[in-house]
T-cell receptor, first 111, second 116 residues
Framework: DGGITQSPKYLFRKEGQNVTLSCEQN?????MYWYRQDPGQGLRLIYY???????QKGDIAEGYSVSREKKESFPLTVTSAQKNPTAFYLC??????????FGPGTRLTVL | AQTVTQSQPEMSVQEAETVTLSCTYDTSESDYYLFWYKQPPSRQMILVIRQEAYKQQNATENRFSVNFQKAAKSFSLKISDSQLGDAAMYFC?????????????FGKGTKLTVNP
C-alpha cells in the first residue's frame, strides 16, 4: 500500500534529551514537510524539503533539525534547545506544487 | 501576512441535516489553492476537498461542496446529509509559494459535532 508512515505513535522525552521522529513515504513524492499542532491551534510548519539533500526552515524551526538523505525519508530531531516540545507532530508529502498528504502523527510528551 | 480565519470554533448539526463551515483568508496572490482537511479523533489529517482559485466553478466531492467567493476571499464548506462519521475537527488551509516552495497556512479549526 502507498502511504506515509510515522513512528513512533507516542514518544516520551526527558528534559535535556534529543529525540528523533521518523517519517517515511512510498508515494514517490518529491516534497516532504513537518508540522507541529498544539491544542486549539492549526498546524504550523517546522521544516520542509523539496529534494534530497536540501531543506528549508519553516515558521517555527528553532530547536528542531532535519535531514533528507533519501527521497523516502525525512526524520525530525527535537533537540534539547526546544523549550516546549510537547505537541502533536505531523509529517506530510506532496508532488511538486500539489496537494499535501499527511501521515498519522506522533504525540511527543516531555516528562 | 498570510492568514486563514475560521470564525466558528465549534458547530453542531443533526444527522442527515446540512451544515456550513466558514473560512476567510487573506492573500495578495491571484493564483492559489484552498483546501479543507478533516481531522477525526485518530488525529490523522484527511483531505476533504480542494479548490483552485482560477476556477470559477465550486468544487464538489460527494456530500461535500464549497462556496468559493474569490472577491470576498471566502471559502466555506457545506456538508450535506451529515453522518456520524463526519464528526471531526475541520481545518481550512491556503497554499502559498514561498522561497520557491509550497507551504500550507492553516486556520485554527472548527470542531463539528453530529447529533444522532
Amino acid at each position: 500500500d502507498g502511504g506515509i508512515t510515522q513512528s513512533p505513535k507516542y514518544l516520551f522525552r526527558k528534559e535535556g534529551q534529543n529525540v528523533t521522529l521518523s517519517c517515511e513515504q512510498n508515494l514517490n513524492h518529491d516534497a516532504m514537510y513537518w508540522y507541529r499542532q498544539d491544542p486549539g491551534q492549526g498546524l504550523r510548519l517546522i521544516y520542509y524539503s523539496q529534494i534530497v539533500n536540501d531543506f528549508q526552515k519553516g515558521d517555527i524551526a528553532e530547536g528542531y533539525s532535519v535531514s533528507r538523505e533519501k527521497k523516502e525519508s525525512f526524520p525530525l530531531t527535537v533537540t534539547s534547545a526546544q523549550k516546549n516540545p510537547t505537541a502533536f507532530y505531523l509529517c506530510a508529502s506532496s508532488m511538486e506544487a500539489d496537494t499535501q498528504y499527511f501521515g498519522p502523527g506522533t504525540r511527543l510528551t516531555v516528562l | 501576512a498570510q492568514t486563514v480565519t475560521q470564525s466558528q470554533p465549534e458547530m453542531s448539526v443533526q444527522e442527515a441535516e446540512t451544515v456550513t463551515l466558514s473560512c476567510t483568508y487573506d492573500t495578495s496572490e491571484s493564483d492559489y489553492y484552498l483546501f479543507w482537511y478533516k481531522q477525526p479523533p485518530s488525529r490523522q489529517m484527511i483531505l476533504v476537498i480542494r479548490q483552485e482559485a482560477y476556477k470559477q466553478q465550486n468544487a464538489t466531492e460527494n456530500r461535500f461542496s464549497v462556496n468559493f467567493q474569490k472577491a470576498a476571499k471566502s471559502f466555506s464548506l457545506k456538508i450535506s446529509d451529515s453522518q456520524l462519521g463526519d464528526a471531526a475537527m475541520y481545518f481550512c488551509a491556503y497554499r502559498i509559494s514561498q522561497g520557491g516552495s509550497e507551504k500550507l497556512v492553516f486556520g485554527k479549526g472548527t470542531k463539528l459535532t453530529v447529533n444522532p
